[in-house]
């Protein structure tokens, strides 16, 4: 009796004990750090006290992670203005000099790449002259091209320009103006083409007859002078003349003999199909100007004594050296775009595009047209690699040399300008 009574009181005590359980479960499944302090019936005081501290701090730690932490700035590392107790109100910092630039010696390099030494090319214009029989003055004389230019205060200057349209020649006489006393800026000097505004070339012709005691020949007057020249082109000498000449100065950019190669031509007519008919225009002779004439003739290339041939090209780059060798560095050469070397790229762009119109059979005769300035000069055509430059490494004679005729190559006398034929300015 006693043990069946045992048993079933500890078979209830077990159940109460189990339902209990089952309660806590039910109201607090689960229980964390942050509950625990809840059923703390569980721990000493002590314990509960810790734990639950120890969750208040996670929890914090936990906002502080969610919440992003602001930057602190230090105003006096961050402000790039100077502290007020070191330079007050009004004040400013002493200047700080400024670095030194990098020195840019090519600031140019298709134009750079292209300059040809003085020497290399006065030695190649004398062999090509030599060689097609183009030289028709007597050993040691000297003719004369169409226009000498020297400054009124030659003597200081030993200078002596021949004056070469479209290749420059407004800046150089600007250059002349500024080298006797012209103060103005170069972009007001205008009218600068009339030979009286020079020096006179018979001022020379006296003082040397003064000092060889009989009467000066060419050859004798300009013998202790800087002989300087300019050269381009014709390809792209051409394009300045149309441009210049045509469409910067006629309403409609046409002249009535380009009507009889394109009766189609108008106001709206594109500059290049305008081109096209010009260049054909002058090729055939049915629009003359001076501006467009083949060059090698009127600066007198074989048959005058000349220092310097230089090229529209890289005048900027060879201005340098005629400054030098005649007291004239202090004075600014004023240069367009072109003869800055600026234009290059645009001017390859720009001879494609108007080039485009023009058929191959009118090419040829453009090519033929200026064959000596392409010949005697070194110039390249359209489809050279180094167009507009020179070169002197092409094959002339493949080039050029199928254009000659048969007058070309008994070429006996002299075909350009005679001295008295020469102008008093380079007006059109």
């Known amino acids: ?59 914090e730690d936990e906002v502080k992670k969610s919440k992003p932490e602001k930057k602190v700035i230090d105003l006096a590392i961050s402000s790039p203005q100077p502290s007020t107790t070191l330079y007050p109100h009004g004040k400013k910092p002493p200047a700080q000099p400024k670095p030194a630039e990098p020195e840019v010696k090519h600031k140019i390099p298709d134009s750079f790449q292209h300059v040809k030494d003085t020497k290399d090319v006065l030695e190649f214009v004398h062999r090509q002259c030599k060689k097609y029989n183009r030289i028709t003055a007597a050993p040691g004389e000297a003719k004369k091209p169409r226009m000498l230019l020297v400054p009124k205060d030659w003597r200081e ?26 103060t103005i800026p170069f972009d007001e000097m205008h009218g600068v083409h009339g030979m009286k505004q020079y020096g006179q070339l018979s001022e020379v012709y006296d003082e040397v007859e003064q000092e060889l005691g009989h009467e000066a020949q060419l050859s004798d007057a300009v013998k202790d002078l800087y002989k300087l020249v300019a050269i381009r082109n014709p390809l792209t000498r051409l394009m300045s003349g149309f441009r210049d000449k045509i469409l910067r100065r006629t309403e409609t950019g046409i002249k009535p003999p380009m009507f009889e190669f394109n009766p189609d031509l108008n106001a709206n007519s594109t500059d290049a199909e305008k081109y096209a008919a010009f260049a054909e225009a002058v090729v055939t002779e049915k629009l003359s100007n001076l501006h467009f004439t083949e060059q090698w003739s009127k600066t007198k290339i074989c048959d005058f004594p000349y220092d310097m041939i230089m090229q529209t090209e890289t005048t900027n780059l060879q201005i340098k050296e005629v400054q030098e060798h005649t007291n004239t560095t202090q004075y600014e050469f004023p240069g367009s775009r072109s003869e800055q070397g600026q234009d290059s790229v645009a001017t390859v762009h720009l001879a494609h595009e108007f080039y485009s119109k023009v058929s191959p059979e009118v090419m040829e005769k453009i090519y033929k047209y200026y064959r000596w300035d392409f010949i005697l000069m070194g110039y390249t055509k359209l489809d050279n690699p180094n167009f507009p430059y020179l070169d002197f490494n092409q094959d002339i004679d493949k080039e050029f040399g199928y254009l000659l005729t048969e007058e070309d190559r008994n070429f006996g006398s002299d075909l350009a300008l005679d001295d008295e034929e020469s102008p008093t300015d380079d007006s059109p």
């Open 1 to 59: 009796m006693y043990v069946h009574i045992t048993r079933r009181a500890l078979l209830a005590l077990f159940i109460v004990l189990f339902g209990f359980c089952l309660f806590v479960l039910v109201v607090n499944p689960f229980p964390t750090m942050n509950n625990i302090g809840a059923t703390n019936i569980f721990l000493s005081p002590s314990t509960a006290d810790i734990i639950s501290t120890d969750s208040e701090t996670e929890a």
């Open 157 to 182: 200057h030993m200078l002596v320009y021949a004056s070469n349209p479209k290749t420059g020649s407004t800046s150089f006489k600007k250059w002349l103006h500024r080298i006797q006393g012209e």
